[in-house]
């Protein structure tokens, strides 16, 4: 089976930093991805992991323990238009479940002023 | 380039009654995937597709059903409406079936049962 946590909501200030944890249970693993929601939208890839350690695309990183099962979404200069759901996703073994995601419940993050 | 589409935005049903919701992958991906997205939680897996096969199925009723045509888009029906069954349905694409290729959401079909 499949188990995946994160927090439900954060809140945080205009410019500040917030992390954003995710652990998993999975028969099998093949990355984990992060997607930011916005409210009523489609959600949108932020980034991808497969191998341990930290990946940076500009104010946005993600780290994964494989052996931990845990994950985080590292937003940094938080502003206003970063408020949105952000979404952890496993991908389990290729053979067994094709491009098959499994999703966490989502983190609601909203900055204020 | 148009990224996926899916029609239509918004549905109103009644209970015990039928829709089909359609996507549109991106030009070129042949991998289709379907979820379902109720309010306040994170999205679902229902079925994926490739090269008009299905690959992948998650844990939902028969009364779901898809396929998959040969210019890769897809449908998504459901019989026998159910009040939760309210949801966004949500289609992905991407180049194949299982390597690591990014899945691209589409806007989503807002589907309300009353």
């Known amino acids: 089976g499949q188990n995946i946590d994160q927090p439900t909501e954060m809140t945080a200030t205009e410019g500040a930093i917030v992390q954003i944890n995710c652990t998993y249970q999975?028969?099998?693993?093949?990355?984990l991805f992060w997607y930011q929601q916005h409210a009523g939208e489609a959600p949108t890839f932020l980034s991808y992991n497969v191998l341990d350690g930290l990946e940076e695309k500009g104010r946005f990183s993600s780290f994964l323990s494989r052996s931990k099962g845990y994950s985080y979404l590292l937003l940094k200069e938080l502003q206003m238009k970063d408020s949105a759901s952000y979404l952890c996703a496993v991908r389990a073994t290729l053979k067994a479940a094709g491009n098959k995601l499994t999703f966490g419940g989502g983190t609601r993050v909203l900055v204020k002023p | 380039d148009a990224g996926v589409t899916q029609s239509p935005t918004h549905l109103i049903k009644t209970r015990g009654q039928q829709v089909t919701l359609r996507c549109s992958p991106i030009s070129g991906h042949k991998s289709v995937s379907w979820y379902q997205q109720v309010l306040g939680q994170g999205p679902q897996f229902i079925f994926q597709y490739y090269e008009k096969e299905e690959r992948g199925r998650g844990n939902f009723p028969d009364r779901f059903s898809a396929r998959q045509f040969p210019n890769y888009s897809s449908e998504l029906n459901v019989n026998a409406l159910l009040l939760g069954d309210s949801a966004l349905y949500l289609c992905?694409?991407?180049?194949?079936?299982?390597?690591?290729?990014?899945?691209?959401f589409g806007p989503g079909t807002r589907l309300t049962v009353l």
């Open positions: 992905a694409s991407s180049l194949a079936s299982g390597n690591m290729a990014e899945q691209f």
């Open positions: 999975t028969s099998g693993f093949n990355g």
